[in-house]
């Protein structure tokens, strides 16, 4: 990530062998609290650059989940994600 002193990132690695950024983490340091001015009051009352992190999921979470779940049959969500468990039979 631009700006970033360090980026981590979750991998899930699908069925078909690709992966897939799954979330991420960023430690900004001091570099956008210096950028944008942000700052903190200490406990001797002096101002002090805040330290930052960004960090995140998103819904490629949950594109993951179906990829992990899912065949050529459909798609069977474990019991955590899915208590109430549907069949539908073609008729």
Known sequence: FAG??????IEALMQNGWA????TSHFLGQNFAR???V???NKQQ???????????VSTRL???LVMTHSDDQGLVLPPMVAPCQVVIVPV
Do not use: H, I, P
């Open 4 to 9: 970033a002193d360090d980026t981590f990132t």
């Open 20 to 23: 897939l950024q799954s979330g």
């Open 35 to 37: 950028a944008f001015d």
């Open 39 to 41: 700052t903190f009051q």
């Open 46 to 56: 002096k101002n002090e650059l805040v330290w930052a992190t960004s960090w995140g």
């Open 62 to 64: 949950l594109g993951a």
